[in-house]
């Protein structure tokens, strides 16, 4: 398969998935200038990027720090207009990596996490922007304050008692530009309740911070329940590249 046919592959994978992303803001009365779709590349190469980049795309997604970086030297965007995005579960360790490459950073689901990726940030002379993962598993939604570990069935992230002391944390680190929420949809959940869960907790936040407006929910399998409880971002990664291998 030549490069022009992956080019017209992904050429019709966007436009439905756009498709998709219109139909659904239609559906919930929302403007669709006010979703963004992020590309969630992992395990695709650099040329895809470039053709999704001259496809219009801005915004592409990587979850691996290693994978990430050698992708973003890989890829040819003179005039930086891509906008890559950190998803991933993050390591204290690779936070002076990651800093490097990634203007946004989703998952920021700890304290030490907030701090080492702060650290890095001014280290590196750069601002990074900062989401607090939220866990929606049901179970997470009774763990106490600082109580330890992922619920089952949840798929990374803060639990919602912690959400508002991290949130507090991103706005006062230094290096870090607050925007908001993200959440992955439990397993074996239904999405829509769980991401209802996350815009009460968004909007509860953006009460106090009103610059903190984004929420990145909703993927290939969910991001029309996404659209429809108010997700500014959705992070789309097989329904624009095809199936990952089994390693995605
Ligand atoms: C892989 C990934 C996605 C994209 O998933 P698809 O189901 O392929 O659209 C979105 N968010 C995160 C955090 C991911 O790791």
């Given at each position: 398969m030549g490069s022009v046919s992956r080019r017209?592959?992904?050429?019709?994978?966007?436009?439905?998935?756009?498709?998709?992303i219109v139909a659904a803001c239609e559906a919930a009365g929302r403007d669709p200038a006010g979703v963004t779709l992020v590309a969630v590349t992992k395990s695709w190469p650099a040329a895809d990027v470039e053709?999704?980049?001259?496809?219009?795309?801005?915004?592409?997604?990587?979850?691996?720090?290693?994978?990430?970086?050698?992708?973003?030297?890989?890829?040819?965007?003179?005039?930086?207009?891509?906008r890559w995005h950190f998803v991933g579960q993050l390591q204290t360790n690779k936070c002076r990596s990651?800093?490097?490459?990634a203007r946004v950073v989703h998952?920021?689901?700890?304290?030490?996490?907030?701090?080492?990726?702060?650290?890095?940030?001014?280290?590196?002379?750069?601002?990074?922007?900062?989401l607090v993962q939220v866990d929606l598993a049901p179970a997470a939604a009774s763990r106490a304050p600082?109580?330890?570990?992922?619920?089952?069935?949840?798929?990374?992230?803060?639990?919602?008692?912690?959400?508002p002391a991290l949130a507090a944390?991103?706005?006062?680190?230094?290096g870090l530009?607050?925007?908001?929420?993200?959440?992955?949809?439990?397993?074996?959940a239904p999405p829509a309740p769980a991401f209802a869960r996350l815009a009460e907790l968004a909007a509860a936040v953006r009460a106090e911070h009103p610059a903190a407006l984004w929420?990145?929910?909703?993927?290939?399998?969910?991001?029309?329940?996404?659209?429809?409880?108010?997700?500014?971002?959705?992070?789309?990664?097989?329904a624009l590249l095809g199936a990952r291998p089994s390693t995605g």
């Open positions: 017209e592959e992904l050429a019709a994978n966007l436009a439905a998935v756009r498709a998709r053709h999704l980049a001259a496809l219009d795309v801005r915004d592409v997604a990587e979850n691996k720090d290693q994978e990430g970086a050698a992708k973003v030297a890989a890829c040819d965007d003179p005039d930086g207009r891509l990651v800093v490097t490459w998952s920021l689901d700890r304290r030490r996490v907030v701090d080492a990726l702060s650290t890095a940030a001014v280290g590196a002379g750069r601002t990074v922007g900062a600082g109580g330890a570990g992922p619920a089952p069935g949840g798929r990374g992230g803060a639990a919602p008692a912690d959400v944390a991103v706005a006062d680190a230094p530009r607050r925007l908001g929420r993200m959440a992955v949809a439990p397993r074996g929420v990145s929910a909703g993927m290939t399998g969910d991001l029309e329940e996404a659209v429809q409880t108010g997700a500014t971002h959705v992070r789309v990664g097989s």
